[in-house]
């Protein structure tokens, strides 16, 4: 070591802890004096900067202004009321407040890049969301009528809102308590109370993280979580994993239907024409006088058409199988019901009747404007009635306005075979029509 390097070792050693003290705190006084002025240099420059910024930038077609700005030499730049309006004047979002980061060297140097912004966060913010058929995304302006709207993929580029030409920004979005309303083709959806985080990487692809409370729209129910990534280049290729939590039926055309169901799913394929597979479970569902409880099945989504495989659950003591079909745009569904082992005396909620019963039920809806159909058949093994015994029970079946109404029903005996052409349950009770019976030589008698 050389003789300077010994001598200020020396001095250092004959230093008190008291001078020791004195010059750290010297130290902590400088820093803070030039972070200080580093933090007032940044916010004076924070409105000049993003304006410079927003001026230069070419992706948000129109204005974006803010008020209260005020930076610090992290990069962060914090706002309230930050609008953004279309060249046409027209308001597209309305942010109360929330946090720009901008590159800390970009603040000095005022400079602007497609990297400058690496994260926006947003708090109460409203933003609505379309997407042409191409899967392309654009700001909607919600102010025109059905008839007069124009659909985004029949706007020029050079009027769209978001004029993303080159390369996309490597961009993290933060969202807290956020409404978003997104459109595609006839689907509407919104999402309220949203949390979590969207974010470009590479310049391509996206990462999503988030959850929602309650949403409506195109479909209904109480809460949402959206992970995954999806590839914003090329195929738009996704990969999110999707569950949602109570959904209503009612909201997807299954009139008077209010039991709460969840649905999960993984969405693979391109963003135009997504694939998703996934399963559903409802702990019960009333259709009139129809009961199902522990349902669970799987699904596949491909073009706006579901396809329910393997559902299965319990009805009235027994268990059913089921498949069927969905239409998620014209609400047309399809589902058939194949039950086994039924207890009579639950279905018909009266003890006067005691056997097992092998149920068959289709559920046909043709469309908002449609017909929604419920019928079936039915058939059984010995049993009793007001302890009269039956060798079998067979007919059909239809629940319609609340009234489940049996025809073509036949009861066998050992003493001929009892018909009727109808017999109701209304409100849970057993309504008997008129009864035949039909003996050995041919004659049908009415006994009731």
Not at 30 to 41: E, H, N, T
Not at 177 to 190: G, M, N, P
Not at 419 to 434: A, C, M, W, Y
Request: proline residues 2%; contains cysteine; aromatic residues 8%.
């Amino acid at each position: 070591m050389s003789e300077s390097g010994d001598y200020m070792l020396q001095a250092i050693r004959r230093l008190s802890k008291t001078h020791l003290a004195m010059l750290v705190v010297c130290l902590l006084a400088v820093g803070g004096a030039v972070y200080f002025f580093l933090a007032q240099r940044a916010s004076r420059h924070a409105a000049e900067l993003f304006n410079y910024y927003m001026a230069k930038q070419q992706v948000l077609a129109g204005s974006v202004t803010a008020e209260e700005l005020r930076a610090d030499i992290w990069g962060n730049v914090y706002f309230k009321n930050l609008t953004w309006d279309s060249p046409e004047h027209e308001r597209l979002v309305d942010v109360p407040e929330g946090r720009i980061k901008i590159k800390p060297k970009d603040i000095i140097l005022r400079i602007a890049g497609i990297d400058t912004v690496q994260e926006v966060e947003l708090s109460g913010a409203y933003i609505h969301l379309g997407f042409d058929d191409k899967m392309r995304l654009d700001i909607l302006q919600n102010k025109k009528t059905a008839e007069e709207k124009i659909l985004p993929d029949e706007v020029p580029m050079e009027k769209r809102h978001l004029q993303i030409k080159g390369r996309l920004p490597n961009i993290k979005l933060i969202l807290h308590d956020t409404v978003l309303s997104a459109e595609y083709k006839k689907r509407h959806f919104i999402l309220n109370d949203v949390d979590g985080t969207a974010q470009i990487h590479e310049h391509q692809r996206l990462e999503l993280h988030l959850a929602a409370g309650r949403y409506g729209g195109s479909i209904a129910g109480k809460g949402l979580n959206i992970d995954g990534t999806c590839d914003l280049k090329g195929e738009q290729k996704a990969n999110i994993n999707i569950c949602l939590y109570d959904v209503i039926p009612d909201s997807l055309g299954m009139r008077n239907v209010k039991d709460a169901m969840t649905v999960t799913g993984q969405m693979t394929g391109s963003l135009k024409k997504p694939l998703i597979d996934g399963a559903l479970a409802l702990k019960e569902l009333r259709l009139n006088d129809l009961y199902f409880t522990n349902i669970n099945g799987t699904y596949h989504y491909e073009n706006a058409l579901i396809t329910f495989q393997d559902v299965t659950g319990s009805i009235f003591g027994g268990t059913f199988d089921a498949i069927g079909l969905y239409h998620f745009d014209n609400r047309y569904y399809k589902i058939d019901v194949d039950g086994k082992n039924l207890m009579a005396s639950l279905a018909a909620k009266s003890s006067k009747i005691n056997t097992s019963v092998a149920l068959k039920i289709k559920f046909r809806n043709e469309g908002p404007h449609g017909n929604n159909l419920v019928y079936g058949s039915f058939s059984t093994g010995k049993g009793t009635y007001m302890l009269v015994p039956f060798l079998s029970l067979r007919g059909s079946f239809s629940d319609q306005s609340g009234e489940l109404a049996f025809s073509n029903v036949e009861i066998e005996t050992k003493v001929g075979t009892f018909e009727s052409d109808v017999f109701k349950i209304v409100d849970g009770r057993l309504q008997l029509g008129e009864i035949f019976l039909a003996n050995g030589e041919g004659r049908r008698i009415r006994v009731r």
